[in-house]
Each structure stands twice: as structure tokens, then as C-alpha cells.
């Protein structure tokens, strides 16, 4: 169980890491659903963070290619 909840809480990191804003996740058919409750809960317990809204303005609009350099926060919006 213990490994199944560093590997929720590191599969989680390492996607926020990369700026992701949605991440689908496959997994075996194999795989008890009591143990991917406990990946499933890691998952949600690692994304979970504190923020304070704020009145952010935007500097200036430019013509960005990667949409992940605008994000303000590194929670994942879907799973």
C-alpha cells in the first residue's frame, strides 16, 4: 500500500512539474480496486494546495506557442 501511495504522490508531481493541466491515467485491469482507490487518493491528496485569490492583471498579451508557461498555479484541472 505504502508503494502505491508514492507512486500516486510522485505521478502527480512529476505532471505537475511539466505544467500539465489534464493527465489521463491507464491502468491495468489487474489492479485491485481497493489498491487504486489508495493511488486514486494520493493522486488527489498531492494535487490539493491552498490559494489565494487575488486581483492578478495581465501585463500584456503576447503571442505565446506553449499555453503552460500562462499558468499561475500547478494544480492539474482533470484527471
Do not use: H
Not at 20 to 27: G, K
Not at 49 to 76: A, F, G, I, P, Y
Request: proline share 1%; charged share 30%; glycine share 2%.
Amino acid at each position: 500500500m505504502t508503494e502505491l501511495r508514492n507512486l500516486g504522490a510522485l505521478t502527480c508531481q512529476q505532471l505537475q512539474a511539466k505544467k500539465s493541466a489534464e493527465a489521463e491515467i491507464l491502468v491495468s485491469s489487474k489492479i485491485k480496486p481497493d489498491n487504486m482507490g489508495v493511488f486514486w487518493n494520493s493522486v488527489y491528496l498531492t494535487n490539493y494546495e491552498w490559494t489565494l485569490k487575488s486581483n492578478l492583471q495581465e501585463e500584456s498579451k503576447k503571442e505565446v506557442e506553449d499555453e503552460r508557461t500562462l499558468r499561475t498555479s500547478k494544480l492539474l484541472d482533470s484527471f
